[in-house]
C-alpha cells in the first residue's frame, strides 16, 4: 500500500472537478452522458456539468445504479448531505475530523483499507464507538473492476474478518470501490455479497499531500458544489480537512443543510 495510494486515476481527477468551466468540456468528451448505460469494462467514476444547487452529470442516472444497489446522492430537494471519507492511511488529521463531527453530532462513513485497520484500530474503534459507520474500501485497494467473483469476495471478505477481529462485531455492508473503478459485474458482484456500492457527487482535489488547497480554496469548491442530497468524498489524509471541517459543517448548516448517515439513505 503506502502512499502511492492517494493518486487518483485522471478520469477521477475530471469527476471531482464537476462544474469547473475551466475543463467543463474535456470533462463532457471524457465522462459518459447522463442515461448511457453502465458497461461491462471498466469505468472510472465521474462527474461532469453542473447546475448550481443541482447534482451533477454523473457516469450513470439514480435508476441505472439502484439497479446494483449503488448510489452516488439521494434523488431529493431537501437540503440534506452524506459525509464520507477514503482512509487509506493515517498522517495525523483524523482525530480532527472526528472532534469536528463529534461537536456537530454528525454520522459519517469511513471507508478504510487493511492496512488502516491494521496500522491505526484505536481511530477505527473510536469511529465505531461515536456511531460513525465504517465501510470496506477492500483489503490491498486495487483495481476490482475486471475481478472474477471468487477474487472479489476475497478481497472485501479479508477486510471484514480483519474489521472483525478488530472491532468484535460483524463489519457493515458499505463499499466503496478502490480508486473509483467499477464495471457492470462488478457492481452485480457488491450486491450480490449483500453489499451497497457508494460513489458520490461531491469532491475536491484534497489528497495531494504536497500540494493542500488553501482554507479559501477549499471553502471555494465544497460550498459552490454542494447540493441536496449530496454523497460528500473527502480524505481524511488531508490537512486542510482537518482544519477547516468545523466551519466547512458550520457553513453548510448556515445553508440550511443537515446530515444523515448512510444508513438512512433510501433503498
Known amino acids: 500500500m503506502g502512499k502511492t495510494w492517494k493518486w487518483k486515476p485522471f478520469l477521477l481527477l475530471l469527476g471531482i472537478f464537476a462544474g469547473s468551466f475551466s475543463i467543463g468540456r474535456l470533462a463532457a468528451r471524457a465522462v459518459p452522458a447522463m442515461g448511457a448505460a453502465i458497461r461491462q469494462e471498466t ?70 483499507v487493511g492496512n488502516y485497520l491494521t496500522d491505526s484500530p484505536d481511530l477505527v474503534k473510536r469511529m465505531v464507538a461515536e456511531g460513525h459507520i465504517v465501510g470496506n474500501h477492500s483489503y490491498h485497494h486495487p483495481d476490482m473492476s475486471q475481478m472474477g467473483k471468487e477474487e472479489f469476495a476475497k478481497e472485501l471478505g ?21 480508486q473509483g473503478k ?3 459485474s462488478s457492481l452485480q458482484a457488491a450486491k450480490e455479497l449483500g453489499y451497497r456500492t457508494v460513489f458520490w457527487s461531491l469532491a475536491y482535489v484534497d489528497w495531494e499531500q504536497d500540494n493542500q488547497p488553501t482554507h479559501e480554496e477549499a471553502f471555494d469548491k465544497l460550498l459552490k458544489r454542494v447540493h441536496p442530497g449530496a454523497i460528500v468524498l473527502l480524505h481524511n489524509t488531508s490537512k486542510t480537512n482537518g482544519e477547516i471541517l468545523d466551519e466547512l459543517l458550520t457553513k453548510w448548516e448556515a445553508m440550511g443543510y443537515t446530515f444523515r448517515s448512510l444508513d438512512e439513505l433510501p433503498i
Open 43 to 112: 469505468e472510472n467514476w465521474g462527474l461532469s456539468f453542473q447546475e448550481e444547487g443541482k447534482p451533477p452529470v454523473a457516469n450513470a442516472t439514480y435508476e441505472e445504479l439502484a439497479e446494483y444497489g449503488a448510489c452516488y446522492a439521494e434523488n431529493t430537494q431537501e437540503k440534506v448531505l452524506y459525509l464520507t471519507f477514503d482512509c487509506g492511511y493515517e498522517n495525523g488529521n483524523t482525530p480532527a475530523i472526528l472532534d469536528a463531527l463529534k461537536k456537530h453530532k454528525v454520522k459519517a462513513a469511513f471507508f478504510v
Open 182 to 184: 467499477y464495471s457492470k
Open 158 to 178: 479479508e477486510l471484514e474478518a480483519l474489521y472483525e477481529k478488530t472491532v468484535g462485531k460483524p463489519m457493515e455492508k458499505y463499499y466503496r470501490p478502490p
